[in-house]
């Protein structure tokens, strides 16, 4: 354990906490959260340090983001090297190294037929650019009266007003805005999980709302493979096939929503490329920079920024749109991984995951457990308690945290066999 000067624990840590309580509001949360906040000091690699002395095994990766652990010496100094040079230019009329770099990493490696990069500064506003996108295209293309879209049961696409319409409108946490947000269409979700035997009546629903609404429908928008925060569900690829096919029959655009599973966590380095499909407008985020600065991105085809562009402009403007420090730590983190052997490192994790986790099946409690890529998910038979299982994983030295009937973990890619132990034996405990 690294002594209190190493770790820079600020004087009066308790009365920070005491703070915190009164005056920040945390996600999800009330004023004062119900939960205790956990006062962090730092970290590195795959450990979390707090200002008590406790030092956790981060089995999250920041909400999926730090990929490649904390405190990275390259990434580090990638930061240190922009900020010497340019902090934050703006994006109107300017343009910048970092940026021109880093979308042509992106197109260089996200699955063939995407030609442009718009750069925003979130995940789910990613996904407002790619609605603005789609409405303007089929605008472009002569159909402005498709303003709708169809999303899947079980998705999540972000907290933002067109991003939660898109979100599961029952199962979802955005119900106090039921009677505010947009409208849309929802298809069942994918009965058929990644791994199952096919069948292709597990396309019935969207390929019904498709014949019943494509004049009003300009985009369907899909988590590809991997149901996020919606549920953790892991589905066929041949299901992504097929809605591909519908969308080109129907005149409709595929949005795919890969801000989770962008850069490897499926097992793929694009969680398309199960399927081996190209979306019309793709959405990246989370570990874009290996979680050091907020950054998203909405790629899209040649064919769909030519429609537009031929109409007039893309009608969005972010202040903090590809900011420099941002873009440079971007293409610092793709190389990072490129030049490491992550495949192998994915799929070692899931080898373990599978092994490990497999303990759960045997508690009554536990509906299901399953593996994909670096991601593990136990689903429970009923919610689990956050705040009393929250407690649980700390004492156990390991950071996890659940949600609705869900354990799961999403841990950095440079996790150890040792320290990946360590958090799913807790997760076998707390759950057991």
């Known amino acids: 354990m690294p002594d209190d000067a190493q770790l820079n624990i600020p004087p009066g840590w308790d009365a920070l906490l005491q703070s915190d309580r009164s005056g920040v509001w945390h996600p999800y949360t009330t004023v004062p959260p119900q939960s205790p906040q956990l006062l962090v000091v730092s970290a590195n690699g795959v450990t979390i340090h707090l200002a008590d002395g406790k030092t956790l095994i981060d089995g999250m990766a920041s909400w999926w ?161 991997v149901q996020g925060a919606g549920g953790m569900w892991f589905y066929h690829p041949e299901y992504l096939r097929s809605v591909r096919a519908l969308c080109d029959a129907h005149g409709v655009l595929l949005i795919a929503d890969e801000i989770a599973t962008g850069f490897g966590r499926s097992g793929k380095l694009f969680a398309c490329e199960h399927a081996d499909v190209t979306p019309d407008i793709l959405c990246l985020g989370k570990a874009l920079t290996g979680g050091y600065m907020t950054l998203a991105a909405t790629l899209a085809t040649d064919e769909v920024a030519n429609a537009i562009s031929g109409a007039g402009p893309l009608m969005h403007g972010p202040t903090f749109m590809a900011n420099p420090l941002a873009c440079a730590v971007a293409n610092a983190s793709i190389d990072l991984l490129l030049s490491s052997n992550w495949s192998a490192r994915v799929a070692a994790i899931e080898s373990q995951l599978n092994k490990e986790l497999e303990a759960c099946r045997g508690s009554d409690k536990v509906e299901d457990v399953r593996v994909l890529g670096a991601i593990g998910v136990v689903e429970l038979k009923a919610p689990i308690d956050l705040r009393t299982a929250t407690a649980q994983f700390v004492h156990r030295g390991v950071w996890v945290r659940p949600f609705g009937r869900l354990v799961y973990v999403m841990p950095p890619y440079v996790i150890g066999h040792d320290d990946l132990s360590r958090v799913t034996g807790a997760v076998v405990e707390v759950v057991s």
């Open 65 to 225: 983001c730090a990929i490649h652990g904390y405190n990275h010496p390259v990434l580090n100094q990638a930061v240190v090297k922009q900020l010497a040079s340019t902090a934050h230019v703006m994006f109107g009329g300017l343009t910048h190294e970092p940026a021109i770099q880093l979308a042509e990493r992106l197109l260089a490696i996200t699955p063939a037929g995407l030609g442009v990069v718009f750069f925003c500064d979130s995940g789910s506003v990613s996904v407002e650019v790619a609605i603005k996108m789609a409405i303007q295209y089929q605008a472009a293309q002569g159909s402005p009266s498709r303003q709708k879209f169809v999303a899947l049961r079980g998705g999540y696409h972000g907290d933002t007003f067109g991003a939660m319409a898109l979100c599961d409108p029952v199962t979802g946490m955005h119900h106090h805005f039921k009677h505010v947000v947009a409208k849309h269409y929802f298809a069942e979700r994918p009965a058929i999980r990644f791994g199952g035997e096919w069948l292709d009546s597990d396309v019935d629903s969207i390929g019904d709302l498709l014949d019943r609404h494509s004049d009003e429908i300009a985009a369907v928008v899909l988590e590809p493979i």
